[in-house]
């Protein structure tokens, strides 16, 4: 068994801020619990915990890791580092003060876009999101900081995918990845609304692909994300997919627990992560 086989090895770490969110999305599949934020010092604590998995890449997301004050005295914690960072982030927090340590620490910021001004709106429940979006995607291409934009694809906002791409082709992006819809968290309660068949989510997404090469586009089905997540909330607790019901989550404990990568692995695959690590990875490095 070699070193990236071996059991205890997580390529890809995702690390959640999941008390809550600033932001009201019916289409959103975080689990937010209001169990606590924790602080920079049990931050701290778990990375230390994951740098025992020799992960490759952590992602930190929410929500919007921005909205917590200390996140930003983390990020410079971790400047010595050798890990790919990426920040998912919605920029309601986001301060133009940001902009040193990202360009410092941070390999991948990743935004949220689901369509042009009107769509995106009816979708965020926030008539000056898409503004703000658009205004930070200037302003981290500008200072040369990598930029992937996530788009989750519905039954709403399908057939606006085109008009999206010709917003974004406007911009120096590393990628745009397109989700299709998940029920699952809260989204599960808005199935009606969003979901989608797979055959018409490939098929216009592969259209998308096909017409435009201003970025690499990633087209990612449920069955290619949901054993790739090793969740991790900002208190420490464990989380992934229950590979009996791919609409639930299941929490296998906590980060310090001696046999939780055993306890996940029941229900994840590390080859998943590691391909999906990789792909992070190459947005920056080809």
Known sequence: ??????PFNIDRIIFNFTDHCNMRCDFCFIPFDRKGCG??????KIINRCKEWHPRSITFGGGDPFAYNE???????????????QVDTNCLGLKDQHLSILKQVVKLISVPLEGPKP??????NDSNHFDLIIKWIKKLT???IGVKVNTVVTEF????LDNLAKILREFPIKAWSLYQFWPIGWGKHYRRKFEL??????LITSKIKEKYDFTDIEISTISDRWSSYFLISSVGRIYGINKLNFEEYIEFGDVFEENIILKWRKHGDPKAILKRSNLRIALITD
């Open 1 to 6: 068994m070699n070193k990236r086989e071996r």
């Open 39 to 44: 602080n920079l010092r049990l931050w701290l």
């Open 71 to 85: 996140f930003p005295l983390l990020l410079k914690k971790l400047i010595q580092e050798k890990l790919f960072l």
């Open 119 to 124: 769509v995106h709106t009816a979708m965020r």
């Open 142 to 144: 500008k200072e040369k």
């Open 157 to 160: 906002n399908l057939k606006y």
């Open 197 to 202: 068949k797979i055959k018409d989510f490939l």
